[in-house]
């Protein structure tokens, strides 16, 4: 049989296989036990879906108290009082989060798995399982004196739209799995999103990893075994996604910003996520009294330091983007005393951009700018250290186009942007196409007790990550 008449047959099949859940769905029988099952749940409940459709915008119901009820309950396991949740890698509160997000997910009949560093994984099978899964998920970890919405809203409401889903009648095509990923803040470790480079296959840390100590001299590994992860061997590449794993990678997150607050727009539908670079400079000069040696006389390794400065802001500012930014938060002079010239200068410089090469650029520039003051001034470039350097990511643009539509058939109102702080979504970039939705939060606090979303914004999110996921399990 030719492939294309195999094709038509197939379309012929799956037109009478809709046509008679159709007639189906209009019987008075149907009608009478679809009455009982919402009255019984409290939800509306559609069997239109069974051909594979999306589900239909009034069927899509977030049970919002039990959401914030759990958003309310995840934030009592905290080293801090509240309202502040504090949740570092591995402790004793971070371990009960977990096991809460585990029962969570298996409450909402997901088949619960975890790997060797404990990124979760929650999986809700498809009708064609063997398909990439379509993934969404984000982080439950809480730097010190943070609020309980960053990260959370990413993995409570992802076990929410699967509910939402669910309760919708929706059958997914492929499936979809939501993930808790491991440590994306670098409080414990110093290393951000660890959970998630490792699923991009990160082989460096890795092998980082194996001499990586946290402030009371415990290894990464030591940590790991005390919170139920054993693996003996220290070998890390079991946690690397096979390619394929997933067709798409959804991220739900508040704003962490005021944008969206401000124009009162709904959603956020990102389109790229800026990623830092850092790098730690240092100038030695001669030091001495500050009434004795003469200006002529001087090998000022703060004034170089200064001037460095300046030209990290012309540089970025010559780039001619409103996306470059570029920050000097670290300057130490040594011996930092009022009548004593510097003799050592540290910088430590943030740049970030959506545009790689662009951002690269700048620091090449700072690079030269660098050389050029130790010569004029006569100091020495002890260290031009590039400490990180990760790749921005794009956005996926069929993810982008699914999160419009959801957006615009739910009618709430969208705005695209850029994401300016990263997520884990940056390193699943790398293995899969990607896509983050934005919900706006309160003054665009985060990282402090203040923080704040309401459940009905949390619940626009829910949804439209709902309808998203729908249309990308179909694809
Ligand atoms: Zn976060």
Redesign the pocket.
Known sequence: MSLKRSHSLHLLLLFFICFVSAIRAYTDEDDRTRKTLEEFSGYPSHDSHSCGSDPTVSSLSVNKETLQKQIDELSTFSDTPAPSVTRILYTEKDVLARRYIKNTMAMSGLTVREDDVGNLFGRWDGYEPELGAVGTG??VDAIPYSGKY??VV?VLGAIESINVLRRSGFKPKRSLEVILFTS??PTRFGISCLGSRLLAGSQTLANALKGTFDAQNISFFDAARSAGYTNDKEELSSVFLKKGSYSAFVEL??E?GPILEEEGIDIGIVTAIAAPASVKVDFEGNGGHAGAVLMPNRNDAGLAAAELALGVEKHVLESGSIDTVGTVGVLDLHPGAINSIPSKAHLEIDTRDIDEARRNNVIEKVHKSALAIAEKRKVKLSEFKIVNQDPPALCDESIIMSMEAASKELELTYKKMISR?Y??SLFMARVSPMGMIFIPCYKGY?HKPEEYASIENIANGVKVLALTLAKLSLQ
């Open positions: 984000s982080h960053d990260g990413g994306e803040e997150h508040i962490q702080a997520h884990d985060s």
